[in-house]
């Protein structure tokens, strides 16, 4: 689950240059709960619950995420669906799938994305609260 920092490549379209995933949920695993983290994640596999990250989360080609989120950044390929609260970007590319609703500063859906729900986009000061 955890592995070495290594640079992420560019994930059909979405280019995370000097982004580091610590923390990998794996196309072969499944995990339910909570993840906590100041640094990166990146969902592979299936991952029901809540992530609260200070970094970037992706959501991979293969991943599917279920629940509630608070990222810095979102990168999606995958699936997501729940309520997710962006404080800068979000953005999906043409295989991604987005469901529920939505806060972010910044929306970006390549052709071929598909979001339904709610979006409400706020300035960085409105997200946190202040």
């Given amino acids: ?3 070495a920092e290594q640079p992420l490549k560019q994930d059909r379209g979405i280019t995370v240059s000097s982004t580091v995933a610590e923390t990998i949920i794996g196309s072969e695993t499944k995990y339910k709960g909570t993840v906590t983290t100041s640094k990166s994640i990146r969902v592979d596999g299936s991952f029901e619950g809540e992530i609260k990250s200070g970094g970037v989360v992706i959501v991979g080609e293969t991943g599917q995420f279920k629940g509630t989120m608070e990222c810095q950044t979102l990168f999606t390929s995958g699936r997501v669906e729940g309520t997710v609260t962006v404080q800068g970007r979000l953005e999906s590319t043409e295989t991604g ?7 972010v500063k ?20 409105e997200i946190k609260g202040e």
Avoid: P, Q, W
Wanted: proline letters at 0%.
């Fill in 106 to 125: 910044e929306l970006i859906l390549a052709e071929g994305a598909v979001f339904d729900g709610t979006c409400n986009m706020s300035k960085y000061n």
């Fill in 97 to 103: 799938r987005i469901k529920g609703d939505i806060t």
């Fill in 1 to 3: 689950m955890f592995k």
